[in-house]
């Protein structure tokens, strides 16, 4: 009967041992478990902040180009344009054939063979790397015409080039248009893209008063010359910049030319009227000694031909603003 006992007092006792021994272990899994989640918080805080991190220092991410795409629909409208834009996918083809982004490995930058390519970061290992592209076809003659805008990095910095050529190779140049540079350096740096004229009266108005005045610029006077001329048949009878493309004054006589008297054309301004002048080579005189005829053309005449729709009026400003100030003045 005691050794029952006994064996029964022993069995109690290794059965409370036992359930001690669990219940000093419970804390330790509870603060294991804990740890692991203390553990796996940090690390995605971490993880999460190096996203944001590399999101911020990319030179272009989704919130940028949504940033681009609302400034030119804002922006379009007081040019009386409408852009399309490259998606991503789909080719984007212009009115005079050319598709981008496949014909960039086709084109030429500011003259040069500097290669240029498509990336969606803006990194790459070509010279300039596209990250945008949107294109206006022109409805006003002379058809067909087009102006496709390029927005792209060119070591590390961003620069906006523009195509609007109809014929040959298409040179891609540095857009002069002030709104457009200043948004693309501004989205790029973080900022806003800046305001934009929504309304079209004051656009118009603008335009207007603009174009009267820049059309008594000598530079601007004398690529619509050029063009009357022939000079840029080859470029589908646009202006475009060349090398050593200047104009000098000299005794009350402005020249254009790049720097051959076989390029020049004289021209004087006044007022309304300008007289230009061609070389009478009937009886066999050089570009030197050839006597001078004078014409009559209204600026009226010249800028309706020459200077009357968005796509003259911006490649005409365009390519004076790339030439040097006149010489002589």
């Known amino acids: 009967m005691q050794n029952r006992k006994l064996k029964l007092t022993t069995v109690l006792l290794m059965g409370t041992l036992i359930l001690a021994g669990c219940t000093s272990e419970t804390p330790n899994i509870s603060k294991s478990n804990g740890h692991k989640t203390t553990t796996s918080k940090v690390s995605n805080n971490h993880h999460k902040s190096t996203t944001n991190d590399n999101k911020s220092d990319s030179l272009w991410n989704n919130d940028k180009d949504n940033k681009l795409e609302s400034f030119i629909n804002q922006w379009a409208p007081t040019m009386k344009q409408s852009y399309k834009k490259y998606d991503g996918h789909h080719s984007l083809k212009t009115s005079v054939g050319t598709i981008y982004p496949d014909d960039l490995s086709k084109v030429t930058v500011a003259d040069s063979n500097a290669s240029i390519g498509w990336s969606k970061d803006g990194e790459g290992s070509d010279s300039y790397n596209v990250v945008a592209i949107y294109n206006y076809d022109g409805t006003e003659p002379p058809l067909p015409n087009h102006i496709t805008y390029f927005f792209a990095f060119h070591d ?104 051959t008297l076989a390029s020049e054309t004289p021209y004087k301004i006044n007022g309304n009227t300008v007289t230009y002048y061609t070389k009478d080579f009937s009886h066999g005189d050089t570009d030197a000694d050839a006597p001078l ?37």
């Open 156 to 259: 590390g910095q961003p620069i906006v080039l523009v195509d609007q050529s109809r014929d040959g190779t298409p040179n891609l140049s540095e857009t002069q248009n002030n709104d457009v540079r200043s948004a693309f350096s501004n989205i790029v740096a973080g900022k806003s893209a800046g305001t934009t004229n929504n309304s079209s009266n004051q656009a118009t108005t603008s335009k207007k008063a603009s174009s009267s005045q820049m059309t008594t610029d000598p530079n601007m006077i004398g690529l619509m010359l050029r063009e009357m001329r022939g000079s840029y048949d080859g470029n589908g009878g646009q202006a475009k910049m060349e090398e050593y493309l200047s104009v000098s004054l000299e005794d009350g006589m402005y020249r254009i030319g790049t720097g």
């Open 293 to 329: 005829v004078p014409h009559d053309i209204s600026l009226k005449d010249l800028e309706s031909k020459y200077y009357s729709t968005d796509a003259q009026r911006q490649n005409i400003q365009d390519v004076a603003s790339q030439m040097p100030a006149v010489s002589g003045e």
